[in-house]
Nanobody, 124 residues
Framework: VQLQASGGGLVQAGSSLKLSCAGSGRAFPTFDVGWFRQAPGKEREFVAAINWNGGKTYYTESDSMKGRFTISRDTAKNTVYLQMGSLKFEDTADYYC????????????????WGQGTLVTVSS
């Protein structure tokens, strides 16, 4: 299984951005997928997750992200998306997608497969 994250870039505060995570491999459609982010000098934090068929979604309890991010999945394209809105300077981070977890969705330690990360930079 390989994951390819894309869609990051430099945006102004208040704008929107949509990240993509393209998965390959026969097993990818059976995997739950999560998005995490990591800012310089900070720990990796959970953003959102979606189950294998897109029927269930999970979001961080962090007040800084609540209500602004939406995760979705296109099973035909083997791609998981993270729509981010009302971006803030503090959203600046590397965003990673990960697949197949044996722990709670929010625990990055449980994911077996990781993408390379896509950098989101929000200018204030």
């Amino acid at each position: 299984v390989q994951l390819q994250a894309s869609g990051g870039g430099l945006v102004q505060a208040g704008s929107s951005l949509k990240l993509s995570c393209a998965g390959s491999g026969r097993a990818f459609p059976t995997f739950d997928v999560g998005w995490f982010r990591q800012a310089p000098g900070k720990e990796r934090e959970f953003v959102a997750a979606i189950n294998w068929n897109g029927g269930k979604t999970y979001y961080t309890e962090s007040d800084s992200m609540k209500g602004r991010f939406t995760i979705s999945r296109d099973t035909a394209k083997n791609t998981v998306y993270l729509q981010m809105g009302s971006l803030k300077f503090e959203d600046t981070a590397d965003y990673y997608c990960a697949a197949e977890t044996y722990r709670d969705y929010s625990d990055y330690r449980g994911y077996r497969h990781w993408g390379q990360g896509t950098l989101v930079t929000v200018s204030s």
